[in-house]
């Protein structure tokens, strides 16, 4: 069964910048796509960034453009999400989300399209 560990989140301060890790276990010979999204307080589930598994193809939302970028390390089976220049309105639950690909890739910006999701890790930004 596969799983996906968030780890990386944290308090702190408009401008800083903070690492996101994704750790998946087991198989991922299938998967698609990783994603990474957040959700605010009283907010809907939001997308940020996605990258396809074999190709690292990257896509962002507006607001992380610029800003954050997204890798994977397919030898380790993991996925990061590197935030600079973080602003308060980035303060959400952020969390690591796998498309396997069955029965086709999706992986797109939905949640929908996702399977597997971890369990989130906290990210608040605020002086």
């Known amino acids: 069964q596969v799983q996906l560990v968030e780890s990386g989140g944290g308090l702190v301060q408009p401008g800083a910048s903070l690492r996101l890790s994704c750790t998946i276990s087991g198989h991922t010979f299938s998967f698609h796509a990783m994603g990474w999204f957040r959700q605010a307080a009283g907010k809907e589930r939001e997308f940020v960034a996605g990258?396809?598994?074999?190709?690292?193809?990257?896509t962002f939302a507006d607001s992380a453009k610029g800003r954050f970028t997204i890798s994977r390390d397919n030898a380790e089976n993991a996925v990061y999400l590197q935030m600079n220049s973080l602003r308060p309105e980035d303060t959400a639950v952020y969390y690591c989300a796998a498309d396997e690909g069955l029965p086709f890739p999706r992986g797109g910006t939905t949640p929908d399209e996702y399977d597997i999701w971890g369990q989130g890790t906290q990210v608040t930004v605020s002086s």
């Open positions: 990258i396809t598994w074999r190709g690292g193809r990257a």
